[in-house]
């Protein structure tokens, strides 16, 4: 992530795998750093940053008028009160794609909230 060519190909790969995921992507790159937020049609979105020499903290929430909680079981580190938020971590970018593949075939399914 240390140069513009970096940069791109990180963006390129998130773009590509937003598509084959089916969901939207939003990524922009400033001063060696990558922003990254993803949303999935049931609601479940996504934001994380990519930095040099970082691990990539992915946070997870989901969207305003989404009524329901995520289940802990499939997302890590669930917020006990509201279940609208959690929290993934991974240290390179391919780990942080299997993570969104991960959670994002879950939403599909539906498997990644938590039943009422």
């Avoid at 939207?24 to 979105?45: F, I, K």
């Avoid at 802990?72 to 938020?85: D, F, R, S």
Wanted: charged content about 20%; some cysteine.
């Amino acid at each position: 992530m240390n140069t513009i060519a970096d940069r791109l190909a990180a963006i390129k790969q998130l773009d590509d795998f937003a598509r084959s995921a089916g969901v939207t992507c939003s990524t922009s790159h400033e001063n060696r750093t990558v922003y990254t937020h993803m949303a999935h049609p049931s609601g479940l979105c996504v934001g994380f940053t990519l930095r040099p020499k970082s691990a990539i903290v992915i946070s997870w929430h989901t969207s305003l008028d989404f009524q329901g909680r995520l289940d802990p079981a499939v997302l890590t580190a669930v917020n006990p009160y509201h279940g609208c938020k959690a929290t993934d971590i991974a240290d390179t970018l391919p780990g942080a794609v299997e993570i969104l593949r991960r959670v994002f075939a879950a939403a599909d399914d539906g498997s990644a909230f938590a039943k009422p």
